[in-house]
């Protein structure tokens, strides 16, 4: 069963830094271009940021680069995206995605707030 986990998220203050995490699994992980992408509050989804197959080269709108970091762990088909400098724009809920078929998990919601 093809399954994406997210976790990680809560209430964060702005300013500070928090750790999101997608745990894969039912397909090769190793083989997938992986993304994130968020759902803020009455909008559309939105893509954040995606990382190759071998974490070799990540990509991000450039709204978010230089706080954002997209990474992978193939052995334990897990990915990861660490978030710094909290805004209150990123509230939202994220969500990791398989590229190749769309497929996101059900999310994990961040909320930034003081």
């Known amino acids: 069963q093809v399954q994406l986990v997210e976790s990680g998220g809560g209430l964060v203050r702005p300013g500070g830094s928090l750790k999101l995490s997608c745990t894969a699994s039912?397909?090769?992980?190793?083989?997938?271009?992986m993304s994130w992408v968020r759902q803020a509050p009455g909008e559309g989804f939105r893509w954040v940021a995606g990382?190759?197959?071998?974490?070799?080269?990540?990509d991000y709108l450039g709204l978010v680069k230089g706080r954002f970091t997209i990474s992978r762990d193939n052995a334990a088909k897990r990915m990861y995206l660490e978030i710094d400098n909290v805004q209150p724009g990123d509230t939202a809920v994220y969500y990791c995605?398989?590229?190749?078929?769309?497929?996101r998990g059900k999310g994990t919601r961040v909320t930034v707030s003081s």
């Open positions: 995605r398989r590229d190749s078929t769309a497929m």
């Open positions: 990382i190759n197959n071998d974490g070799t080269k990540a």
């Open positions: 039912g397909f090769n992980f190793i083989d997938e271009y």
